[in-house]
């Protein structure tokens, strides 16, 4: 598992790269939107631009967070993948629930971002989420139970 976890941390890099690239290009799109002749605005009502403007701004500052996202991961990397016996920053682990197991990454970022590896679909979660919360500390075969009531046990832990 320890080189699925490699796989997955590259794979999550790759994908928040592509976020960043995808954020800058729709932020110049509105940009260039925003100043062009057909954005110039009718009447006092009309905000078009203005709106483009905002929303180039708003792609601007998420393709930025992208970036400090990766930054932090890579500063992180021999950290995050070390070998873990408990979870904590770094885990990569398995949880199995009524309906099915679950795979997750614990990163400092990104929280939420799903990365698919061969068959696996590895959910990165942070220190914040609640499932996080539960989880932190704990050992391969132990059970935790969520807010909801449902319980789940930890199967694989890397």
Same mark, same amino acid.
């Not at 941390?9 to 976020?19: C, I, M, P, T, Y």
């Not at 016996?85 to 997750?104: M, Q, R, V, W």
């Given at each position: ?19 960043? !690239?995808? +954020?800058?290009? &729709?932020?110049?799109? /509105? ?7 057909? =954005?110039?605005? #009718?009447? @006092? ?5 203005? !709106?483009? +403007?905002?929303? &180039?701004?708003?792609? /601007? ?7 400090? =996202?990766?930054? #932090?991961? @890579? ?26 197991? #679950? ?56």
């Amino acid at each position: 598992m320890q080189n699925l976890k490699l796989r997955v941390f590259d794979a999550l890099l790759s994908d928040l790269r592509a976020e960043v !690239e995808n +954020s800058l290009s &729709a932020s110049k799109d /509105a940009a260039d939107y925003a100043t062009n002749v057909e =954005a110039k605005a #009718e009447s @006092q009502w009309d905000t078009q631009g203005l !709106e483009a +403007s905002y929303l &180039a701004a708003g792609q /601007a500052s998420q393709a930025k967070q992208w970036a400090d =996202a990766i930054e #932090e991961l @890579q500063s992180e990397r021999l950290e995050l993948l070390s070998a873990k016996e408990t979870i904590a920053l770094g885990a990569l682990f398995s949880c199995e629930f009524t309906d099915g197991i #679950e795979y997750f990454f614990f990163a400092g970022v990104a929280g939420g971002h799903t990365i698919t590896v061969d068959e696996y679909v590895v959910t990165v979660v942070t220190p914040h989420s609640p499932l996080a919360m539960r989880l932190l500390g704990k050992k391969c075969g132990e059970i935790f139970v969520l807010p909801n009531g449902n319980e789940g046990l930890i199967r694989d832990l890397c």
